[in-house]
């Protein structure tokens, strides 16, 4: 199984979209055969979801998502767990330990929109 994690330095990404990177781990039982950290291509409605596809990306993990991404993970056939917090490490040992909970999206509407990765506060906050 290929999982791509969204990534920020150590820590998930509260935000697939926005991260700065993902880290794609394979594993095979309980045991991690692979892991790169592969820089975010850029945030275009379903570009991400096709990247990762390509990439043989069979689950995301992140702190969260839209409803739209999600979708369009589902139609790559992707599974998505959104709501999780945590160091890389640790979300990968809850994973392998079959611990990892998925929450409720860390993503509020409106963040992100028609900005860069660094974007945290919706336009009309403004």
Do not use: W
């Not at 993970?73 to 040992?93: M, S, V």
């Not at 809850?94 to 409720?104: F, S």
């Amino acid at each position: 199984m290929r999982i791509a994690i969204s990534t920020d330095g150590e820590q998930v990404s509260a935000h697939f979209g926005r991260c700065p990177s993902f880290t794609i781990v394979e594993i095979e039982g309980n045991e991690i055969k692979s892991k790169e950290v592969v820089n975010n291509p850029g945030h275009h409605p379903g570009f991400i979801p096709e990247f990762l596809h390509k990439k043989g990306v069979d689950c995301i993990i992140a702190g969260g998502m839209g409803r739209k991404a999600s979708g369009f993970f589902n139609e790559y056939g992707i599974k998505t767990i959104a709501g999780i917090t945590g160091t890389i490490d640790e979300t990968l040992e809850k994973l392998k330990n079959g611990t990892l909970e998925g929450g409720e999206s860390l993503c509020k509407p409106g963040l992100g929109k028609g900005y860069g990765i660094e974007k945290t506060e919706k336009k009309e906050d403004f």
